[in-house]
């Protein structure tokens, strides 16, 4: 009898791997895209016709229309999510800078969101390195009334073990301990100037915020440790309500249609230049996603939804507005896994929040693995913040994507600047990305049993804890325990 039962459980065993075995349908997937993928054709055309894809916009407008009707044309069933906002853009700037606040003269520097409508000060400069916590503590009270100057990331030669912030948090560190102003040094050579949001709420800061070159901080940072500088900063920008769209495309599930599987990724970007890697190869990639399922005619178990978010720069609007109307519907216990797509590019693997889902996430690399020898098959696990997945995760909803893989044509060093062109962009790069994307998507889809459920509280507090995530949360306002 033991040995019947035991019989019993291996062909249980074995049905139930064959069962999440989707080498047939993984390939499928694979040929088709590597034959037929058109989301470098559409990025170029896009880049060229549209430019920008600043959120609340006529550029991001055009954006929203455009994956619309791409995405029509494929033949899926496709609608818009509206939300409205209150949203930032920049107009004027004019900073000057020098040892003498009668005699300043005039530095290369772009305005950071969420600064002020109208800002015009004039102060004393204090270097406050790194921006941390610590850099303000060993200086107490130095930046009360002036303006801060911070370093992007980690100066060099810091202490081993020095941690960093998003700009923003180190935005909110400066204005709680007084700063009127704050000036962030970019840590790429030869003057490239970084945007982006200095606000960790999305609205508006107190304070103004502006991005200098790398060449032009340092020898700032230099002149401080002899004599005084001093800055004047004047700008305008603009901020009010705007309109904008999600872009949501929808396979219903055959077997669990109020199962969802959410493969989402940011279709703004910022006003510099075409966005073209920040996240045009992300978005482009969901759109080819979309397009080799429908064209396969695949009928996923569970629902898929492929999202364009809007306003992910502005501070996940987008991505917030979804989860929040999902809440609002008694949906949210529908979506069960959520893939974002940010600037991801010739993914070597999957990674997850979860890391229960690496046995599952590892054997379809080695299915992949099957008919595509070189792909390395990476597992990651972990956490971080400031993209789309993090108003999700932080409700407790399983999320991931690619693991591993890097930037073609040293595209981070172009991030929020104007460099980010089209020409960064890696066709092959590109392609690897729709496939082992969708690839995950399928496989997400189509398991009989995802692994893993939505954390309960104290679980996702642990988490988070975990994954040293508690105090940019707390700085932000988002730590609500």
Partial sequence: MKALFTTFLIALGTATMAQDDFTKDFKRINDNVLEKSAAYKNLKHASETIGHRLTGSENGAKAEQYTYDLMKSYGLKVEFQPF???????????????????????????????????????????????????DYMNKPNAVKGKIALIYLGVLPGSPQGTGSLHRSEKTEIAIKNGAIG???????????????????????????????????????????????????????????????????ATIKGTKYPNEKIVIGGHLDSWDLATGAIDNGIGSFA?????????????????????????????????????????????????????????????????????????????????????????FPNQFNSGAGLHSDHQPFMLLGIPTGGGAGGSLPNNARLYYHSDGDAFNLVDEK?????????????????????????????????????????????TISGDWRW
């Fill in 286 to 374: 969901i759109v080819d996603m979309a397009r080799a399922f429908k064209e396969l005619g695949i009928k996923p178990l569970r629902t898929i939804e492929f999202v364009m978010f809007m306003g992910e720069e502005q501070g996940l609007l987008g991505s917030k507005a979804y989860v929040a109307e999902a809440t609002k519907k008694n949906k949210l216990d529908q979506i069960k896994f959520m893939l974002n797509f940010d600037m991801t590019n010739d993914p070597k693997g999957f990674s997850t929040t979860r890391k229960e889902m690496e046995s599952s996430f590892k054997s379809w690399g080695s299915q992949v693995q099957s008919f595509e020898p070189t």
């Fill in 182 to 248: 704050v000036i962030i040094i970019n840590t790429v050579k030869d003057g490239v100037l970084l945007t982006g949001t200095a606000s960790v709420t999305g609205k508006v800061i107190s304070i103004p915020a502006v991005c200098i070159g790398l060449e032009d901080g340092m020898s700032l940072k230099e002149k401080l440790k002899s004599s005084a500088q001093y800055a004047s900063i004047q700008m305008t920008n603009f901020s009010g309500e705007i309109k904008a769209r999600n872009v949501i």
């Fill in 84 to 134: 409205q906002v209150e949203s930032w853009s920049r107009k004027t700037i004019d900073v000057k800078i020098g040892s003498d606040l009668n005699s300043l003269a005039s530095m290369k520097a772009v305005t950071l969101a969420h600064s002020p409508v109208e800002s015009n000060i004039n102060g004393e400069i204090v270097d406050m390195g790194n921006g941390l916590e610590s």
């Fill in 429 to 473: 790069g590109l392609k690897n990305t729709v496939r082992y994307g969708a690839i995950l998507a399928y496989g997400l889809s189509n398991i009989d049993k995802i692994p893993v459920s939505r954390m309960e509280d104290a679980q996702l507090k642990q988490f988070l804890i975990d994954n040293k995530l508690e105090v940019p949360l």
